[in-house]
Nanobody, 121 residues
Framework: QVQLVESGGGLVQPGGSLRLSCAASGTIFSINDMAWYRQAPGKQREWVVG???????NYAASVKGRFTASRDNAKNTVYVQMNSLKPEDTAVYYC???????????????WGQGTQVTVSS
């Protein structure tokens, strides 16, 4: 019903930058909260940043001041600009969307397949 596709991951040196994108497609009535999560090897998935439909953002302490999230509601797309990357930012980054399909009374949770970010010299 709703598909999320992330892009923009890759290998970057410490101190470098990457911009991730996540585009939602399918039969969508509305997309409300969107977020980015990440999962490093051997660790649990952790929340990184959330952004409301109106553009309000909240960041995990570990990325605050370095990551900036934004969204384009017309394109059903969310972005995260990641600056001053550190080796500990290495993880698979997942996009999340709380979305409603036509005829539904509730939002459902949707996830992308993930994109790898590796920070290494």
């Amino acid at each position: 019903q709703v598909q999320l596709v992330e892009s923009g991951g890759g290998l970057v040196q410490p101190g470098g930058s990457l911009r991730l994108s996540c585009a939602a497609s399918g039969t969508i009535f509305s997309i409300n909260d969107m977020a980015w999560y990440r999962q490093a090897p051997g660790k649990q998935r952790e929340w990184v940043v959330g952004i409301t439909r109106g553009g309000s953002t909240n960041y995990a302490a570990s990325v605050k001041g370095r990551f900036t999230a934004s969204r384009d509601n017309a394109k059903n797309t969310v972005y995260v600009q990641m600056n001053s990357l550190k080796p500990e930012d290495t993880a698979v980054y997942y996009c999340y969307a709380g979305a409603r399909v036509p005829g539904s009374r509730y939002d459902n949770a949707y996830w992308g397949q993930g994109t790898q970010v590796t920070v290494s010299s």
